[in-house]
């Protein structure tokens, strides 16, 4: 099995099988990595954390690189794909380089990097044999391994195990040893737990925070310093789950389009920085491409915390944001605009706000490589 059929095979159920609950499974994917003390160390370091806007905003731009790398047919050398095809779309090279670039400006460890990698193969299945409506068959749960495997050596990491079952074991014993309790996974904990419950209403985040501790393994409560939750949360939250299995399973048709955070198909979704006084270029906020046309931008298509990259709603929309807030339903922030860039995102400037205009050469260089080819057409940079 190559990673680019690998690929294919685990998009049965990332986009149309399992779509929500991948994404549930890959955000406590790392969530979990916060009960390693030196990743939790390295995160409170860099001050992306400690600020809401900041937080909000590495969360959206992790998500964003993520569902790129996964949902962005794979090319170039390790695929399986001997010749590039035209037209590839090389927005997930570009995001696997531009998450090195921005790794490369960190001290993390081989091992770390490769706890990580290891919970984005392990953690979907896991979640989806507990909770979905299906499980995934071994030819899937096999793809999985395949295709994360080859993202992560494109990113440089050392020994992978060669199968599900030794990494499976190399996981239990890092975990063994690195997952314990410490005050700095604590907080990172609970930064990201508040970004985790950012939609729910204040009056019920304390009952969310106990749902959260629920769907953690023990160990990892015992690392961030999270009680274990009453047994009636458990029960209800695993009864609730229950229920929604088999809701799916009887009462729901299969899903006719992929259900996917970032544009999977971006044949006509960009945004131009073009000027509404009809010049093809604003001279204030416009910007050029490399090849003098205008940069092209992507929204996501809902927001998973503050409105980052989300366009400017309608009137009706701001009117409907409006009395949910006032009603307490809704987030305050949710009301605000311009400072979540509403023009969008491009792949390449995602990070940290002091990173955004830096790495450009470095990505591209990184990126090309990655893809197999020159880099042309709307997301060239």
């Not at 090319?75 to 590039?84: E, K, M, N, Y």
């Not at 925070?209 to 015992?222: G, I, S, W």
Request: charged share 20%.
């Amino acid at each position: 099995m190559t990673p680019a059929e690998a690929q294919k095979i685990i998009w049965t159920s990332s986009l149309y099988d399992h779509p929500m609950l991948v994404e549930k499974a890959l955000e406590f994917a790392l969530f979990k990595t916060y009960g390693i003390e030196s990743i939790s160390k390295l995160l409170l370091k860099t001050g992306q954390l400690s600020k809401d806007t900041n937080a909000s905003r590495r969360y959206v731009d992790t998500a964003v690189l993520i569902q790129t790398w996964v949902h962005i047919p794979i090319t170039g050398p390790g695929s399986g794909i001997d010749d590039l095809p035209i037209g590839a779309d090389p927005r997930g090279a570009i995001a696997v380089a531009r998450t090195n670039w921005l790794h490369s400006k960190y001290a993390i460890s081989n091992d770390d990097y490769l706890y990580t990698l290891s919970l984005f193969i392990l953690e979907p299945p896991k979640w989806i044999e507990k909770y979905e409506w299906r499980g995934l068959t071994p030819l899937e749960r096999q793809a999985y391994f395949v295709f994360w495997s080859e993202i992560g050596r494109r990113m440089g990491i050392n020994n992978i195990p060669e199968t599900i079952e030794d990494l499976v074991e190399w996981c239990e014993e890092y975990e063994r040893v690195n997952m314990v309790p410490s005050q700095t996974s604590k907080v990172v904990a609970e930064l990201t737990t508040a970004l985790l419950l950012y939609h729910v209403p204040p009056f019920a985040r304390s009952f969310g925070k106990q749902v959260v501790a629920t769907l953690c393994p023990e160990r990892l409560n015992k690392a961030i310093m999270v009680p274990e939750p009453p047994a009636w949360i458990a029960k209800s939250v695993s009864a609730v789950l229950n229920l929604r299995k088999l809701f799916i399973r009887h009462l729901c048709l299969p899903r006719y389009s992929p259900q996917c955070y970032v544009p999977f198909d971006t044949t006509g979704l960009g945004t131009p920085g073009v000027c509404p006084a009809g010049v093809s270029v604003c001279p204030i906020s416009g910007k050029q491409g490399p090849n003098g046309g205008p940069v092209y931008r992507l929204h996501p298509f809902y927001a998973n915390n503050d409105p980052w990259y989300m366009s400017s709603p309608s009137a009706l929309g701001q009117i409907t944001t409006r009395v949910l807030v006032a009603l307490g339903v809704c987030n305050p922030k949710a009301a605000l605009g311009s400072q979540f860039k509403p023009e969008g995102y491009r792949t390449e400037e995602l990070g940290p706000a002091f990173f955004e205009k830096s790495g450009r050469e470095e990505v591209l260089a990184n990126a090309e490589a990655i893809y197999g080819g020159k880099i042309t057409g709307p997301w060239a940079f």
